[in-house]
């Protein structure tokens, strides 16, 4: 085998006989991995570094052109020469000269070496060599003179990715946002859009009136006015305004009205529940005050010229009426600055006469101005109910002023009328003294105070009528029960007298009435076991709620239970150790006049609707207590007491036959848990062979004697007797009784 020097030429594949192969191009030399590992490694190619290579490369390229034109004349010679030499190295070939041998020896070799031809010797030829096809080696990479460091400021494809997709991810927020108003919850979005613009405005609802029996009004509704202000205009001008209104709003100062107006904010009260004429007075001299002050500032520039009076404006605030001033004010009561009912039957029926105010919304610009032609919605008031009561106002005027007459005559601390309509159990007046006026300010709650619903007291011998007919519905006594009663009565070792000083006396059941005998008294209710007769007493309805439901009402006291010691039902027995309001006491005499059937007490007769149509009153049912015959009997004993030998001779009404009942009894001073004061009353009703009317009469804490016959006799006789005159009620002509007292 022989060995290929790197010095001779390639060998020409297909000039041989017998190879097929043809001439191979040759290949430029592939760099080596030997190449690679002698370079150093690079940074990765700037812009700026591409361009100045490519610069280079094209000068290189430029020059490299201009010398080849010069070689290839060069080159274009050799050929010829070699074209020329060609026939002489064939011609030397055939004569067998030893160029021709050297011209195939490299040919020649591969087949010597497989036929096993021992190494020759291999003589330099002379001549010299042909040029030879080798491939030409690659020009030397030019160096690149590095461009000088620069900052680098990112890579801009990162930045177009970044910012894509922060916008991507502000919009999606937008997107969600819209998808959230308008798709998935618009009408709250568009509600909270139109309350940032809208202002809403309260529209009053009327209360409702309160009437007498006979349509007279009690208590209306009138227009008025609430005073505001802004304070930013009647700031400069506060002074001036405050003369102004201070002397036509009763109740408030220049002080505290400056103080209202100067204020912080945009909005204030200065006064409330002012009537139309009062407002149209302060607007006519704010309205003459303004005069001179426009005829200085004319002709002055803006920033000299004086502040006109003004920034004070109105909103409608209805005001709470009583046509009739102090009549039934304790029992109606009064409103307060917000038209809420504060007492009486104003705060107890507030819901029904208060209505439902109702609302307008209105769109408003920047400054708070209504927007003309603007979308507004109107919601409108609905207006309470009216109530009509069982109160009787000419006869609730005329009690008022005898009670009054009463308490200033004996100096009482307070005094009650009451008046029952007998069938019905109506309150035809309710009067009470002291009194007020609804339309003046009250200076005192406590003449606020309904003293006939909420003030209880012991009654006294009236609850003897209570005693009597229990004992006579229980069969126990009669007309015809005669007693022997001693002056006094022990009592679980206390005794308990009569109130004047007797020896033994030969009573009959009318005479202890008649004499409001305590002894007697007691002495009979002991036949009754004790049981039953707390069970009697709550029928009569003490120890109960009337029914009237009206603030404040007490329910007086009872014991509980019926399991009472002896002294405490005896005390009951004659009107001590229980207590009552004047309606309770009212209401059980007029079981007695009904003929034994208790009707619950009614004030409130009709709720009368917005149309005018009247819807009644539910109450109570009636319920029977004692028979008939008992409430007769009872009845009769009663008539005694008005007889000139009985203890209230000054009770009795000329051509009527009058059944009453006087009653005094000590009255625990509050706070001390002793008897120290006293109640006078008297009770009874006319005509008494035909009831029509109960009248109460209580003075309480009168100064001096007291006695229900001579102090609340003669207030019994003069309401009765107009009550039926009023309403036509005609003398039966009975004669009074002739019943015996003793026996």
Known sequence: MTDRRGNEPPRKRGTEPGRGNPPRKAQPRRPSATDSARTSPQRPESTRDRLLRKAEEEKRSAARRTASSGDGRAKAARADAGSAAAPRAKAAAAAGRPAAAKKTAGAGRGAAAKKGAAKRPVKKASAKRPPQKRPQARPAKPKVKKAPRMLRLGRPALRLRLTFGVMAFVLSLFAGRLVLLQGVDPNSYAAAATKENARAFILHADRGTIQDRNGVELAVTEDAVAITADPQQTKPVAQQLAAILAPKLPGTTVAGLIKSMSGPGRFAYVARKVSPTTWSA???????????????????????????????????????????????????????????????????????????????????????????????????????????????????????????????????????????????????????????????????????????????????????????????????????????????????????????????????????????????????????????????????????????????????????????????????????????????????????????????????????????????NQTAPSRRVVSEQAAKEVTTMMESVTAKKGTAPMAAIDGYLVAGKTGTAQQVVPGTGKYGAWATSFAGFAPADNPRFVTYVVLHDPVGARGGGFQGGPVFRDVMSYALQKYVVPPTGAAQPNIPLTW
């Open 282 to 616: 302060i607007q006519a001299e704010i309205k003459a005050e303004n005069v001179p002050i426009d005829k200085q500032n004319r002709g002055k520039p803006q920033e000299q010229q004086a502040k006109l009076l003004g920034g004070l404006y109105t909103e409608e605030d209805p005001i709470r009426s009583h046509p009739n001033g102090s009549i039934a004010s304790t029992l109606v009561g009064i409103t307060g600055k917000d038209g809420k009912g504060q007492s009486g039957l104003e705060y107890g029926l507030n819901d029904k006469l208060s209505g439902q105010d109702g609302k307008a919304v209105y769109e408003v610009d920047a400054k708070g101005n209504q927007i003309p032609n603007a979308n507004h919605t109107v919601q409108e008031p609905k207006p309470g109910l009216g109530v009509q009561l069982t109160l009787d106002t000419d006869l609730q005027f005329f009690a008022e002023k005898r009670i009054q007459q009463a308490v200033q005559q004996y100096r009482a601390s307070a005094g009650t009328v009451v008046v029952l309509d007998v069938k019905t159990g109506e309150l035809l007046a309710l009067a009470n003294y002291p009194s007020f006026d609804p339309n003046k300010p009250t200076k005192n709650a406590s003449d606020l105070s309904n003293t006939a619903l909420e003030r209880s007291f012991e009654p006294g011998s009236v609850q003897k009528v209570v005693t009597m007919a229990a004992l006579a519905d229980a069969g126990l006594i009669n007309l015809k029960t005669e007693l022997t009663v001693p002056g006094s009565i022990d009592v679980q070792r206390r005794t308990i007298k009569d109130h004047w000083s007797h020896g033994p006396m030969k009573l009959t059941v009318s005479g202890i009435i008649a004499k409001s005998s305590n002894v007697g008294t007691i002495m009979l209710s002991h036949r009754m076991p004790i049981a039953q007769f707390v069970k009697y007493l709550h029928n009569f309805g003490f120890g109960e709620p009337t029914g009237l439901n009206f603030p404040g009402e007490t329910n007086g006291r009872l014991a509980p239970g019926d399991e009472w010691p002896e002294i405490t039902r005896s005390n009951v027995a004659f009107g001590q150790g229980l207590s009552v309001n004047a309606v309770q006491e009212a209401a059980a005499v007029n079981a007695v006049a009904n003929g034994g059937v208790y009707e619950p007490p009614k004030l409130v007769r009709n709720y009368i609707n917005a149309d005018g149509s009247l819807t009644p």
